[in-house]
């Protein structure tokens, strides 16, 4: 009896009778405009933690490619010294040294844009969840942005360090 109750409860609360009944009998509180939508965020949220993935990796890169160019190991940066060479020509070298660094980032950056389109295109059908779940993804990449911004933000102050 409890457990009954709970259940119907948490379905008016939610979803209201309407969703209750559709969970009855036909399996599922959502109707199917929402369940769309529903399922389309759902395979966003999974674009999303692969997204994280990438950003670490870049990560990785930006770091790698940070400790070279401190080390000086190149034959790029050995023939030209540093006092010659303004802070644009030094991302220029990095990238150089690098070149996996910024197709990485262009794709990465480019993924990024697609996704936040693709939240843009779901439709919220009026409902508090979806738009929740749409604000909240939409902020996470607004964050992956920033972050990739300072992380390329941090490969021009290290270029203008040297």
Not at 10 to 25: D, H, I, K, T
Not at 102 to 124: M, P, Q, V
Request: glycine fraction near 4%; aromatic fraction near 4%.
């Amino acid at each position: 009896l409890h457990q009954r109750n709970a259940l119907t409860s948490y379905y008016r609360r939610n979803r209201g009778m309407p969703g209750l009944l559709r969970l009855v009998w036909v399996g599922d509180c959502l109707p199917p405009h929402l369940r769309q939508s529903m399922d389309d965020l759902d395979k966003v949220e999974d674009r999303m933690c692969k997204s994280e993935d990438q950003l670490e990796q870049i990560e990785i890169l930006v770091e790698r490619a940070r400790l070279e160019s401190v080390d000086g190991s190149s034959s790029a940066t050995s023939q030209t010294p540093a006092a010659d060479i303004n802070s644009d020509e030094l991302k220029a070298q990095l990238f150089q040294q690098n070149p996996e660094l910024r197709t990485r980032i262009g794709i990465f950056s480019n993924k990024l844009d697609t996704l936040a389109a693709i939240i843009d295109s779901i439709k919220s059908h009026s409902d508090e969840e979806v738009k929740r779940r749409k604000k909240q993804y939409s902020n996470r990449i607004v964050e992956l942005m920033d972050e990739l911004d300072r992380m390329i933000a941090s490969l021009n102050l290290s270029a203008q360090d040297r």
